[in-house]
């Protein structure tokens, strides 16, 4: 094996501040201020020619200051422009007694159905009725709700996107605990609860995954997922019996699997159906209990990761930027479930607000469904069901009840001013996996003490450690070895702009790296 190691830009900074300490300053707090990204990358040009100490502008970075409320306690309704160009709703709901000069926790609210054409119609009016809303102000956090819909889920590019620069704006205006940092989510935003633990957890202390399904974010949207990466992020995860879309029979096995792999999951199972209640308002103390029993540890000494690299790649301290084909090691097994499918799907959006009688078809959901198949359009509305009348959503949801996999049914719509009966077969009950296997993946095992990085490694072309001072004594050398490789074993040496890049794109103070070091094995 051949061993590449890229060498780190480094800029050699004096022991102590420069002559002009009160420029670089001025120049800091406003590089970390502005939204203008011409603005700020001229700003930063002109940072690194002050060329302050990088301790200086760490302790600058740890003691920043923030704008008071005039009116903390009052939701305040926002919008921001995701990168598919289109600007949708978030609201931020700050503590009754919130000080801009204390760090406070934040929780991170995710809606259900998220999946709709529209967004929800009054977003002030769902966070005023959220219970997980009310929760955080009990406790005096933060709650950023953000909004989704069908083109910006939480699972693909742009509402993914949307939630991570949600939290990065949350933390640029308002003085927030980085190692308390919150995920709460029920259905849609539970399933959302697994993948971010899976895929992008750093941000995170611990999420609550409230009646979900950790294979969502695989099947339907090809993201790839891995159990083992459970292990750095503890879930709080809860089903119930007589769910129709993730009931605790089905679900549990999902949950046994990512516990084998590894996955720090506390379970619960309740009576009911697909709904927080009546189990809900009893559950929610306990729950405020888990996550603020679990505060982050941003420098956990052991990293367990999996991934594909690229924009899945980083845990922590620890990024896999490439993997390779070849022979797996023995300890990097494929964590996954095999479950039946005997969900009864049509295959289309309904509209959730429509106010008439019947079920609107909003949208056609992609895909080989039976609503597809057998001519179901979008305006058409539902009326009846075979012979039963449709008159609401829950009548559909009764007819559906009724159905099982295979069955031949009808659906009678009205579309203009014609009644038509549709004709449809469900399809037969089929095995699957809950997280597809498209793309190959590396394994990594790695640890870090007394200036020490040990890795094991399996199919991983490329890696990097980043390195914060809290981790190693800086007067000494760091060592990084795969087994009895010794790759590097040298001083690292701050990288200012490094330093930076990575704040203004992270916004975590509690992680401010100084420097990374990157390994391309061949």
């Known amino acids: 094996m051949r061993l590449f190691i890229w060498s780190v830009v480094v800029l050699t900074v004096a022991g102590c501040a420069s002559s002009g300490a009160a420029d670089w300053r001025v120049t800091l707090d406003d590089l970390i201020s502005v939204d203008d990204a011409a603005v700020r990358e001229s700003l930063l040009e002109e940072l690194l020619e002050l060329e302050p100490f990088w301790a200086d502008v760490t302790g600058r970075i740890d003691s920043l200051r923030f704008r008071d409320i005039e009116t903390p306690g009052i939701p305040e309704l926002r919008m921001a422009t995701c990168i598919d160009g289109v600007e949708r709703p978030w609201v931020i709901v700050t503590p009754d007694d919130y000080e801009s000069d204390m760090r406070t926790p934040l929780l991170v609210v995710l809606h259900g159905g998220v999946g709709r054409a529209e967004i929800l119609p009054d977003p002030l009016e769902y966070v005023a009725e959220n219970e997980f809303v009310a929760m955080a102000r009990e406790h005096g956090w933060i709650a950023a709700v953000p909004f989704g819909q069908a083109g910006a889920t939480w699972f693909d590019d742009v509402g993914f996107a949307n939630i991570r620069a949600l939290i990065r704006t949350v933390k640029r205006e308002y003085n927030v ?34 009646n979900g399904h950790m294979g969502v974010a695989s099947l339907d949207f090809n993201r790839a997922s891995y159990a083992p990466n459970m292990t750095g992020t503890p879930l709080y995860a809860t089903t119930t019996f007589h769910d129709g879309l993730y009931p605790s029979e089905r679900m549990r096995a999902t949950i046994d699997m990512a516990r084998r792999a590894g996955g720090d999951v506390f379970y619960k199972e309740f009576g009911g159906e697909h709904s927080f209640e009546p189990w809900g308002d009893c559950e929610l103390p306990r729950i405020a209990r888990f996550l603020e029993r679990h505060p982050r540890d941003p420098f956990p000494s052991k990293i367990v990761w999996e991934s594909a690299g690229g924009e899945f790649g980083l845990c922590r301290w620890f990024a896999i930027d490439k993997t390779v084909i070849g022979e797996r090691a023995p300890w990097h097994s494929d964590h996954n479930v095999a479950l039946v499918s005997d969900r009864i799907t049509f295959g289309f959006v309904p509209d959730w607000d429509y106010e008439g009688e019947g079920v609107l078809v909003s949208a056609l959901s992609d895909g080989d469904y039976p609503a597809t198949e057998m001519g179901i359009a979008e305006g058409d509305i539902i009326v009846a069901g075979n012979d039963l009348p449709v008159t609401s959503l829950d009548d559909l949801s009764d007819f559906k009840g009724r159905l099982a996999r295979g069955d031949v049914f009808s659906l009678t719509v009205q579309r203009d001013k014609e009644k038509l009966v549709l004709e449809g077969v469900l399809p037969e009950k089929e095995n699957y996996y809950i997280f597809k296997r498209d793309v190959p993946s590396g394994a990594v095992r790695a640890h870090y003490s007394a200036n020490r990085v040990d890795v094991r490694q399996s199919l991983v072309g490329s890696f990097k450690v980043l390195v914060h001072p809290d981790m190693f004594n800086m007067d000494e050398p760091v060592t990084v070895a795969i087994g009895d490789r010794v790759l590097f074993d040298e001083l690292v040496e701050p990288d200012l702009e490094f330093l930076l890049r990575n704040f203004l794109a992270n916004r975590d103070r509690s992680l401010v790296y100084i420097a990374e070091l990157e390994f391309v094995l061949d």
């Open 177 to 210: 605990d980085d190692d308390r940092v919150w995920m709460i989510g029920f259905s849609d935003g539970a399933s959302a609860g697994f993948f971010f633990a899976m895929s992008d957890p750093t941000d995170y202390a611990a999420i609550a995954a409230l």
